[in-house]
């Protein structure tokens, strides 16, 4: 309770004690500015406006600068009404009229510390929501991860060969976007693409997955459908990720709009998508497969050069040669 004249002070403060609180008493600013320093925050300040020395307004704006969440109750002479809806602006939670009556001072006092308790508990509430959203989305993630780890189990499980060759491919691709220009998010997706771009060979039959010869028409027509199916299989998880889904899908597209499963041509393919593809061929041609055996990794790059600009883009080529200069660490290993 903060005011010069100690009639009104005492009074004041004998009102609030009545309601089951203890008070302080100030006689001027710089004195409850001391208080306040050496005994922390208060929940409730009633202070006059017009004091001799430091004024009421000063001392709201000090007091409210340690303490944002006191409330502060204004006592303002009838003269002092436009200073009173100033002392508002500035942070304070009520005003009271001179002279005091106790059921208003009881009234005001009461209503200024439901304020307060309510900012109080809205501010908790924001924090423990955040706190809480926070703590979803990690289990989201991680539900997230493990789905996918799951599917990339499954297709292990199927065609043992997939498991290094999308790991690679998910490295070379990375490195090859970075060159490129690629950042933060949009490379976490690209990992992940390259991670994944084949999880659609899960529905790929078996034999065809492992034939040691070349492919017949329908046989090549099941094994396309990997792309198409690898999509429709992640969507559900990976609607914030589009990125992820555009490689899966579009990563056997060609330049010249020979590929599939939608014959894009040069940019209408997805820039993401058109990393895998280079990626995802040389590590192909330089490991050895079931139907065929591999390339060193130089005729693996003269391959790649000699289908630049038909099928594939070439400044990924050249983005990936820049990224992998060391011909002797390919294929890298996992
Ligand atoms: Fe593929």
Redesign the pocket.
């Known amino acids: 309770m903060v005011d010069d004249d100690p009639l009104v002070r005492r009074s004041v403060a004998r009102i609030i004690e009545a309601n089951g609180l203890a008070t302080i008493e100030a006689a001027s600013g710089p004195e409850a500015l001391a208080i306040l320093e050496r005994e922390g925050e208060f929940p409730l300040v009633v202070s006059d406006i017009d004091m001799p020395g430091m004024d009421g307004v000063t001392f709201l704006r000090e007091a409210l600068h340690r303490y944002p969440d006191m409330a502060v109750v204004m006592l303002s002479g009838v003269a002092d009404v436009t200073t009173a809806v100033e002392c508002l602006k500035v942070g304070a939670l009520d005003y009271l009229a001179k002279p005091v009556l106790i059921d208003e001072v009881r009234a005001r006092v009461d209503k200024a510390l439901e304020k307060r308790d309510l900012v109080l508990q809205n501010r908790f509430y924001q924090r423990n929501l955040e706190s809480r959203v926070r703590e979803l989305d990690h289990r989201n993630r991680q539900a997230l991860i493990n789905g996918v780890q799951m599917l990339v189990h499954a297709l292990e499980a199927k065609d043992a060969y997939t498991s290094g060759h999308s790991a690679r491919v998910s490295r070379y691709a990375v490195k090859t976007a970075v060159q490129l220009g690629f950042t933060a998010e949009h490379l976490e997706q690209i990992r992940l693409g390259g991670e994944l771009?084949?999880i659609g060979?899960i529905g790929t039959r078996e034999d065809i997955l492992h034939k040691p010869g070349p492919l017949n028409a329908e046989e090549f027509q099941h094994i396309k459908a990997?792309?198409v199916l690898g999509e429709r299989i992640l969507a559900p998880f990976l609607a914030e990720s589009p990125v992820v889904l555009r490689v899966v899908r579009s990563?056997?597209e060609r330049l010249d709009g020979g590929g599939f499963p939608d014959g894009l041509t040069g940019t209408e393919i997805p820039p993401e998508a058109r990393i895998v593809a280079v990626v995802?061929a040389f590590d192909a041609m330089t490991t050895s497969r079931a139907y065929r055996g591999s390339l060193t990794p130089g005729d693996a790059v003269q391959e790649l050069r000699r289908c630049t600009g038909t099928h594939f883009d070439p400044d990924v080529v050249e983005a990936f040669l820049r990224a992998f200069a060391d011909m002797s660490a390919l294929p890298i290993s996992i």
């Open positions: 771009h084949d060979k990997h792309a990563h056997h995802d």
